[in-house]
């Protein structure tokens, strides 16, 4: 049996937290009634719940609003001649709303009011149309959606020519830090989607397949019964619901649909705004250096550690005679001294920069991932971009793994495209291993630290590896 609580909650559930659900009824894609039936017990049921099935006549007989309950009469053993509450029936927007908790309704016409205020940033798209961003609208505070309101008109196409970063903008009244926040760029770009500010070449950065929907969708995934909303009521919200009810009706929606919208990740986002603005990116892909020679220190003016973007690395030349590749972060601050090497860490799969042609003429190059699947892809890849002659690993063989498997793990998501004309029969063999295994991570942090220190002596040679 459904109770009024229950009906109410399911009516705030399905009408109003599902935001699919009320897009589609503000743009009247939802027909009405609603129905709810409130899944009355068998007489048999009744006789073994009558307390409950009490409770239940009552509830619906002292509900605030009886004229969406609908009744009917039957004659049980139990009680004869009943007039049975049964069903839930809502045929418009006024009883809906008249049911919906005012909170709801409040929210409701805050999203209405903020979709009509877009559309008149630009005047090139109907209101009808911001609908489809509630989602995302729903995100910022007021205050931060007052904020993209007024930055909006000021964002033009090459206004950065290409010469500054974006947070040089000239934009008046508004941080430019403001455009670094991950919803209101999200926002921004859908925005000049609808306005059709956006062309098909600033768009071309989208990827339907892969586009990632970056914004949570609530109970989507339940069957609900389709309404439709011409938003008018006698609540507390009466007078500013009706006055948005008027635009409503007065506005054409017949050519509007509501196929789930594909929402840009932020990752495309940024690059579409970026793109748009003709702004300079910040660099990124830093990758981390340690000098593991101290006669090495002079040609990096003192420095010992320090941080430089792939594109750097990828046409400086390293000073030393002998590389060590780094997977993780903390394993390449705990390296010890090498003689005429120089260690690039913390770079993960971030490899583009191992094409550069001066890496192939170091005498050597090691390297040295996780114990896993990720971790021996991109061995196979690092080996591609260098040569495999050129490459060897270290800590990447089943000695280490058996000896280490105290520390193993389950891999969280293994991946199976690893081009195998890479990896060494050793390395393949270390590969198998790990596959046939549910414990197949061991993370190269937790390899013991003697161990590690002994291997580096015999990779490099006793006389070439101080303390």
Request: proline share 3%; with cysteine; aromatic share 10%.
């Amino acid at each position: 049996m459904l109770f009024p609580k229950d009906v109410i909650d399911k009516l705030v559930k399905q009408e109003f937290q599902n935001k699919n659900n009320l897009i589609k009824r503000l743009i009247k894609e939802r027909p009405y009634p609603i129905k709810i039936n409130f899944k009355l017990p068998s007489e048999k049921n009744q006789l073994l719940e009558l307390t409950t099935y009490t409770k239940f006549l009552n509830e619906w007989n002292e509900f605030k609003f009886q004229h969406l309950v609908r009744r009917k009469n039957a004659s049980y053993k139990v009680m004869k001649n009943e007039n049975i509450p049964y069903e839930f029936v809502i045929n418009n927007d006024k009883e809906l709303l008249e049911c919906l908790p005012t909170s709801c309704g409040n929210e409701i016409l805050k999203l209405v009011k903020r979709a009509i205020d877009l559309s008149k940033v630009f005047n090139n798209a109907s209101y009808n149309e911001y609908y489809k961003l509630l989602k995302e609208i729903q995100k910022l505070s007021d205050t931060d959606f007052e904020k993209v309101l007024q930055i909006l008109p000021q964002l033009k196409r090459n206004m950065g020519q290409g010469k500054t970063y974006l947070r040089a903008l000239p934009l008046v009244g508004v941080d430019t830090k403001f455009l670094e926040i991950n919803e209101v760029v999200i926002l921004i770009i859908e925005v000049l989607k609808v306005a059709k500010i956006l062309t098909s070449s600033d768009l071309e950065l989208l990827d339907n397949k892969n586009t990632l929907d970056v914004i949570d969708n609530i109970n989507d995934m339940e069957q609900t019964v389709p309404i439709s909303l011409n938003i008018t009521t006698t609540s507390a919200n009466a007078t500013n619901i009706e006055k948005v009810n008027n635009n409503l009706e007065n506005n054409d929606t017949s050519n509007i649909t509501t196929e789930k919208n594909t929402t840009v990740n932020i990752s495309q986002a940024n690059n579409i705004l970026y793109n748009f603005l003709n702004v300079l990116h910040k660099p990124k892909g830093f990758i981390n250096i340690r000098i593991l020679d101290n006669n090495l220190y002079e040609y990096f003016y003192g420095l010992s550690t320090f941080k430089i973007t792939q594109e750097e690395l990828a046409n400086i030349n390293l000073p030393s005679v002998n590389i060590l590749v780094v997977e993780n972060e903390q394993s390449g601050y705990m390296l010890p001294n090498l003689k005429n090497t120089i260690a690039i860490f913390g770079c993960g799969n971030n490899l583009a920069w191992s094409r550069a042609n001066w890496l192939k003429e170091k005498k050597k190059i090691y390297y040295w991932g996780d114990l896993d699947s990720w971790g021996f892809r991109m061995l196979a890849n690092f080996r591609m971009n260098v040569g495999f002659e050129k490459v060897k690993s270290i800590f990447m063989d089943l000695t280490t793994i058996q000896k280490h498997e105290f520390a193993a793990v389950t891999e969280e998501s293994s991946i199976t495209t690893i081009d195998l004309n890479f990896l060494t029969s050793s390395e393949q063999e270390a590969l198998d291993y790990l596959r046939t295994h549910t414990l197949n991570r061991i993370e190269q942090e937790k390899l013991i630290g003697d161990y590690v220190y002994n291997n580096l002596l015999l990779a490099f040679s006793e006389q070439d590896i101080t303390k």
